[in-house]
């Protein structure tokens, strides 16, 4: 697939009015002819990591809290560090040296993983439905840093991430959440 969007950012339109969708930043963690799937990467919840998985309790990044993944399956658990290069079996590289984890393997197994972040589901789409929300508008499409997966802002990152585009895409980070208070 030559439009994949794996190792990018969504970032929702102003406009995208799902709530499970609204203002938010996804990592994409694949994207082929089947489907795609990513991680909603600022929608931090009031639950402990530590708590959630706490064999990975030390190597949290902060704020160390369970971040929903998205609206797919919340009782699962997906976990993405940064590894050092050339990485370890248990760590399947993404963006980087940022990789989605095993969360079975011991982490004293994976000396130099860091900054760890938890995420409670994921979000999904079939085949031919992301390319359908992207051509309407729903998406913009941004190159992602390795480390905009763990921030320690994180419901900060909608604004962060387009402010740093350039042009008008740029001015995109301050629009308000009501326009028509403007």
Same mark, same amino acid.
């Given at each position: ?13 102003? $406009? ?11 990592? #994409? ?5 089947? %489907? ?10 009031? /639950?402990?990591?530590?708590?959630? /998985? ?17 609206? /797919?399956?919340? %009782? ?41 972040? #938890? ?13 359908? $929300? #992207?051509?309407?508008?729903? +998406?913009?499409?941004? $190159?992602? $840093?390795?480390?905009?997966? /763990? ?6 990152? +909608? ?12 001015? #995109? ?10």
């Amino acid at each position: 697939m030559s439009d994949s969007t794996k190792g990018r950012l969504l970032v929702s339109s102003p $406009e995208l009015s799902d709530p499970n969708f609204s203002r938010t930043v996804l990592l #994409m963690i694949e994207h082929n002819d089947d %489907g795609a799937l990513g991680l909603v990467l600022n929608r931090p919840l009031h /639950v402990s990591a530590a708590d959630a /998985v706490p064999d990975w309790a030390d190597l949290l990044a902060p704020p160390g809290v369970l971040h929903s993944g998205g609206p /797919v399956s919340p %009782g699962s658990i997906v976990g993405l560090g940064m590894a050092p290069e050339g990485g370890h079996r248990s760590v399947s590289p993404l963006l980087g040296n940022l990789g989605v984890l095993d969360l079975h393997a011991d982490p004293s197994d994976l000396p130099g993983v860091s900054a760890v972040r #938890m995420f409670s589901g994921y979000s999904g789409w079939s085949a031919g439905q992301l390319e359908v $929300e #992207m051509a309407v508008g729903s +998406w913009i499409i941004l $190159e992602a $840093e390795p480390t905009d997966a /763990v921030m320690g802002d994180p419901e900060g990152l +909608w604004s962060t991430v387009l402010g740093r585009q350039p042009g008008l895409l740029g001015q #995109m980070g301050g629009y308000p959440d009501d326009p028509s208070v403007n």
